[in-house]
């Protein structure tokens, strides 16, 4: 039998109290969207304290308004984060049950949808506060890095978004996965961790990139760290879905893989206008 790891058996579930006959569960998921939000926040506070990172030595914003700012952006990831999960990967059974999409905590936020969730949400606040768009969007992408991080790490305590099965000795034997489910498998079904895949490349691996690039003078050039967030994430995640497995309603016997078009997933599709967009604002900050 080759090697194998176990999962080590965590707990959605940060801690449950009992208050008036209910309970309430924090959960790790809830945790890593607290954390990144509020680090990202942090973040963001730092670069406009020091105007000389900035186009002509002064920030975009204030901190008084980096903090009016992170309240759009929490109702910009929430529910875009939930509506581009119904419309991107379960449109047919929310449309069957539109009550379900209140139901957040069941599950069920895709990142794209956060995405253009917070794109909406920037862009509104900078209208109305007289912001430029591009150095608030290069402010943004440098605090999204621990977000991913801490999200990613979630799902891997959850035991959920796992990897296509492997033969690798760091492959995970998730709870609830039937043997079944690994053709020509006889035993335990293990599984690449890819979600700790993506905390290490979308997280730590990009969060580190953009901070040297800060360091190097990056904000003076409007939407150079912008792009390079954009394709970074693109990439990040177009090379991981070669590890992780499909979302469930995109797999049939005929397409093991859950390809949609041209032999790719759904995330690789959703990807490809994060690479191209960002590609194309790399090059336009470094001609300017």
Not at 73 to 95: N, S, T, W
Not at 141 to 165: D, K, M, Q, V, Y
Not at 210 to 231: H, I, K, N, Q
Not at 232 to 253: K, S
Request: with cysteine.
């Amino acid at each position: 039998m080759p090697l194998m790891i176990e999962f080590p058996g965590f707990s959605p579930e940060v801690f449950t109290i009992a208050l008036f006959g209910m309970e309430f569960a924090l959960r790790w998921y809830a945790l890593a969207y607290i954390a990144g939000l509020l680090i990202g926040w942090r973040i963001v506070v730092a670069a406009v304290k020091r105007p000389g990172l900035w186009p002509g030595g002064q920030a975009p914003m204030s901190p008084q308004q980096v903090e009016e700012l992170l309240t759009a952006i929490i109702l910009g990831v929430v529910i875009g984060g939930r509506l581009g999960f119904v419309l991107f990967y379960q449109p047919g059974h929310y449309l069957a049950n539109p009550l379900d999409i209140l139901k957040i905590w069941q599950g069920g936020m895709a990142f794209h949808g956060g995405f253009l969730g917070v794109v909406a949400a920037a862009w509104w606040f900078c209208r109305r506060h007289g912001i430029a768009p591009l150095s608030a969007a290069d402010a943004l992408a440098l605090a999204t890095p621990p977000g991913l991080f801490f999200g990613r790490i979630a799902n891997f305590i959850n035991a959920e978004l796992w990897g296509r099965p492997t033969d690798l000795p760091w492959g995970v034997v998730f709870p609830g996965v039937a043997a079944q489910d690994c053709p020509g498998v006889i035993g335990p079904c293990a599984r690449h961790p890819s979600q700790l895949y993506e905390a290490g490349l979308e997280g730590l691996v990009l969060g580190l990139v953009l901070l040297a690039m800060v360091r190097a003078g990056a904000l003076t050039r409007p939407g150079l760290v912008l792009g390079t967030f954009l394709a970074g994430y693109g990439l990040a995640r177009f090379v991981v879905e070669f590890a992780r497995q499909a979302d469930a309603q995109f797999l049939t016997p005929d397409n093991p893989l859950g390809h949609v078009i041209a032999g790719m997933t759904m995330g690789q599709v959703l990807s490809l206008p994060m690479i191209l967009v960002g590609a194309a604002l790399i090059v336009r900050a470094r001609a300017r």
